[in-house]
């Protein structure tokens, strides 16, 4: 039987019972936001799970019936489990998930890019911090970056980010700052607790993704916070900032540190090339 009308079966000559809206609300959310993230249209997603794209814009507005059948080449289109389309997306807001879709939208819509400059506040683009956390952590979490090199690593998780988030992924990324200056937003990804912010100041204004990783460099989690709750930790003024030193060479050909060379590492002195 064709996959694309497999949504009419019967059992014992009745109609399938419908499952709970909540249920339904919870596939359609899903579908709408792997879809998104994955940069494909209804119709693309459509024929990739080889059914109709009014059928799948049914099941995105929740009204669709959905066989198991149909969730399993839905799935398998996404690339993701048939327990991923019908598990709720955990978030420490409520609704802010399901809010957060009509940003992802918004974007989308305009064709603006991660570079392009957004006013902080504006109803449909600026994306508010819960719900870029929300997005952030559905879009990526589960992502495996074991084995690869880290500038390929800095790359998936960038693009990664731009699908969550409905921009389009360039072909190059600029070395900005902050990485995504559309939403004033950098990332971080690490394993240990505390944030190293590498040769720059914290800005109040800036929110900074920490993607966790656990042991085996899956990502866990994303929290997002401001700067200004940054600063509010950074009781030192260093503790949040490292600092990569580099030589600037003299006029002379071998320089000193210290007044005083200390003596275990005194016979390690040599002169400057």
């Known amino acids: 039987m064709n996959v694309r009308f497999r949504e009419s079966l019967r059992v014992h000559g009745k109609s399938l019972r419908k499952p709970s809206s909540r ?36 099941v995105e507005r929740g009204e669709r019936n959905v066989t198991l059948s149909s969730l399993e080449v839905l799935a398998s ?9 019908l598990a709720p997306v955990e978030t420490d807001v409520t609704g802010s998930s399901r809010n957060a879709d009509r940003f992802v939208s918004a974007v989308a819509r305009s064709g603006l890019t991660i570079y392009d400059p957004i006013e902080v506040g504006h109803t449909d683009l600026w994306i508010p911090t819960r719900e870029l956390e929300a997005l952030l952590d559905q879009g990526l979490r589960v992502v495996s970056l074991a ?34 200056p559309g ?7 690490q394993k240990s607790d ?23 460099d899956v990502i866990t989690r994303v929290k997002v916070v401001t700067g200004d709750t940054l600063t509010r930790f950074d009781t030192t003024g260093t ?15 071998a320089e000193r540190v210290a007044r005083h060379d200390h003596a275990p590492v005194a016979h390690h002195r040599r002169r400057v090339l």
């Open 23 to 58: 249920l339904a609300r919870t596939l359609a959310g899903n579908v709408r936001r792997l879809r998104h993230q994955r940069g494909i249209s209804q119709e693309k997603l459509a024929d990739l799970a080889g059914l109709r794209r009014t059928y799948v814009g049914s």
């Open 77 to 85: 289109a996404l690339g993701v489990g048939v327990t991923d389309l």
């Open 147 to 180: 084995r690869l090199p880290l500038r390929t690593r800095s790359k998936v998780v960038k693009e990664r980010v731009c699908r969550s988030l409905g921009y389009p992924v360039p072909s190059s990324f600029k070395r900005t700052r902050p990485r995504f």
């Open 183 to 189: 939403q004033a937003m950098d990332t971080y990804v």
């Open 194 to 216: 505390n944030l190293q912010i590498w040769n720059d100041d914290i800005a109040s204004a800036r929110r900074y993704a920490i993607i966790r990783l656990s042991d085996d």
């Open 239 to 253: 503790l949040t900032q490292k600092y990569q030193a580099r030589c600037v060479p003299g006029a002379r050909t």
